[in-house]
């Protein structure tokens, strides 16, 4: 059964440090998403992506995040400079984009620890 | 904006006997919910949808009930498994519902299965 698959697993980094998280959605989705969990709350919408541009994003998703499909399989997420409170699980989704559906299938998240 | 709760944080069952987890949401337009289900270190796995013009729709061993009139839906769990030990939580698209959307969640409730 075909499912997001995400990279690193775990990623460590020092405040102010840039990282990627990358992530390779369902091959014929036609959404992608990332949102993310701080330890021990629900999961918040980041953004969304749909031919090639996004479509929504929340107020999380300041100019310090970016995302981007480099090519027909990877869709990632950039932080420039990464704040404590960056320290998260972040979790890539894609969806079919079914009319009036929005199930979207989630990966197994990135474990972001900012130091 | 809307809000979306659960009831219980915590939910503990005995192995073989039914649950049900409840979710109360804010924004009487919303016409579309889903229930998701996170195991501990996975990403949210969708377990079944529902939207505004049914009340009821049975998966296998799963049923959710909408009640729009108190703005109140239910997930109901037949013959709980180990397996079924998970944080549930219910989610609402942010906007139109279409696939770019992306989805409010609850704050989830923990099911513990008792052996």
């Known amino acids: 059964e075909p499912e997001v698959t995400q990279t690193p697993s775990h990623q460590v980094t020092q405040m102010g440090q840039e990282v990627i998280l990358r992530c390779v959605p369902i091959s014929n989705h036609l959404y992608f998403y990332w949102y993310r969990q701080i330890l021990g709350q629900k999961v918040e919408f980041l953004v969304s992506f749909y031919n090639n541009e996004i479509s929504e994003k929340s107020e999380i998703f300041d100019d310090q995040f970016s995302v981007e499909r480099p090519d027909g399989s990877n869709f990632t997420l950039k932080i420039r400079s990464t704040k404590l409170e960056d320290s998260a699980m972040y979790f890539c989704?894609?969806?079919?984009?079914?009319?009036?559906?929005?199930?979207?299938?989630f990966g197994p998240g990135t474990r972001l620890t900012v130091l | 904006g809307e809000s979306v709760g659960l009831h219980l944080p915590t939910l503990s069952v005995q192995e073989g006997d039914n649950s049900i987890i409840n979710c109360a949401y804010s924004?009487?337009?919303?016409?579309?919910f889903i229930w998701y289900k996170q195991e501990s270190g996975k990403g949210p796995q969708f377990i079944i949808d529902i939207r505004s013009n049914m009340d009821k729709r049975q998966g296998q061993r799963v049923t959710v009930l909408l009640n729009k009139t108190v703005k109140h839906l239910s997930l109901q769990i037949a013959a709980t498994q180990p397996g079924d030990s998970a944080v549930y939580f219910c989610a609402v698209p942010m906007y139109s519902g279409g696939g770019a959307d992306g989805l409010t969640f609850g704050k989830g409730t923990h099911l513990i299965i008792q052996p």
């Open positions: 989704a894609s969806g079919p984009g079914l009319a009036g559906s929005s199930i979207v299938f």
């Open positions: 924004n009487s337009a919303s016409d579309y």
